[in-house]
């Protein structure tokens, strides 16, 4: 597809969306998150111009050409991502001359596994492969957050893109949003599978209220004001206790004491869920998840009766050991572990969805994987079949 559209071979990189086991919205608040990339992927395909414009091209949606140094912002477009890429990388100083770009993929958008991060996390890769900019991956995710940001107008943390880059095959991040650091726990799924079940209810980030949250919970720390240990003033709810909030939120803003409480509480479940993964301790793990999901649906208030109906649902089953809204909220997926016999659960969910709502449920059974990569040359003639795969799918 690319050497039909641009007559030259290009640098292809494969950006994996993501997962998040537990650690919802704790991210913008430099807390803990449990994230891993799956086997569902964007495509990046880029090669070299002899001129200045950047042809930006996707499956499925409208090209765009313009100037690389045109990158005035276009909300609401695919290439926004892009050109927010572009429009970082230059205020860094980095050298971005004329290029091709080609999109394709197979992660659902709007469904919570980040595709925008994935196809920015793959858009710096390609480039800095491309021109030889020398990023490190930590740089990475910092521009493709900045992109996110400016040109798409969601003030994300950068979980999803550390997801996207960092992970490994067969492991879960247990990543600290505070300290960026990160360990790699080994995930043992044998005799269980992850599973994915997309409500049909889909969301944009942007003109739902995960801004709002982010502004919610950013009150309650002013109201708190001193870090935790008395020593100067707290910044993030990372610097809070759950006394303070009692102490100092609860009355002041009732809202706010509401979101905060969440998010500590989801710290704890996550160093939880650390140790149950540490012991092979799936139902403990499991039980945990559903916890995760009460407390947003319940103080952070993102869910959706959808969203709790296929909670509820995939609770009454033996067969499932946990279950949780996964993503922004308002819609997407919900996370399902499961012990065995995936197709009839997933059967039984699609008639009991389909009778109460009317709407037909989609399901994705994911693998771990491994973070973005630019595939090797030795690829490049699986890469057309991969990219021509894809298309077919969409």
Not at 28 to 50: H, Q
Not at 170 to 186: F, I, K, R, T
Not at 214 to 224: G, I, M
């Amino acid at each position: 597809m690319f050497f039909k559209l641009f007559h030259s071979r290009p640098v292809v990189v494969r950006a994996p969306g993501r997962i998040n086991l537990i650690g919802e919205h704790t991210d913008y608040n430099r807390g803990l998150a449990m994230p891993a990339a799956i086997d569902r992927y964007v495509y990046v395909a880029v090669s070299l111009r002899s001129d200045s414009r950047m042809n930006l091209q996707a499956s499925g949606f409208d090209p765009f050409i313009a100037l690389v140094a045109d990158v005035s912002p276009c909300f609401g477009a695919w290439h926004s991502y892009v050109q927010g890429v572009v429009s970082v990388l230059l205020e860094k100083g980095h050298l971005v001359e004329g290029f091709n770009l080609y999109v394709t993929g197979d992660i659902p958008v709007g469904a919570g596994m980040s595709s925008s991060a994935a196809l920015c996390c793959g858009t710096v890769m390609a480039l800095d492969h491309l021109f030889g900019l020398g990023l490190e991956l930590g740089e990475m995710a910092l521009v493709a957050q900045a992109a996110e940001h400016r040109f798409a107008g969601v003030n994300c943390g950068l979980m999803d893109q550390y997801a996207c880059l960092f992970s490994k095959a067969g492991h879960v991040l247990n990543l600290d949003l505070d300290s960026m650091e990160y360990a790699l726990v080994p995930l043992s799924l044998v005799g269980a599978e992850l599973v994915l079940l997309d409500s049909g209810v889909k969301h944009s980030l942007a003109s739902s209220e995960y801004n709002k949250r982010r502004e919610e919970c950013e009150r309650a720390v002013r109201l708190v004001g001193k870090h935790w240990s008395g020593t100067g003033d707290a910044s993030s709810l990372r610097e809070v206790s759950m006394d303070q909030l009692y102490e100092k939120v609860l009355v002041a803003d009732p809202v706010s004491f509401k979101r905060s409480k969440y998010v500590l509480g989801e710290n704890e479940r996550v160093m939880a869920a650390v140790w149950a993964l540490l012991k092979g301790d799936l139902v403990a793990f499991g039980d945990l998840m559903f916890s995760s999901h009460f407390g947003l649906r319940d103080l952070y208030q993102v869910s959706c009766p959808e969203l709790d109906f296929l909670v509820q649902a995939a609770g009454s089953s033996a067969r499932v050991l946990g279950a949780r809204m996964m993503g922004g909220g308002f819609g997407g997926c919900t996370i399902n572990l499961l012990t065995k016999e995936v197709s009839v659960f997933v059967e039984r969910m699609r008639a009991e969805y389909k009778k109460v709502y009317g709407m037909e449920l989609r399901s994705y059974t994911v693998r771990l994987s491994d973070g973005a990569s630019v595939l090797s040359d030795l690829e490049t003639g699986l890469v057309e079949v991969a990219l021509g795969q894809v298309d077919v799918e969409q």
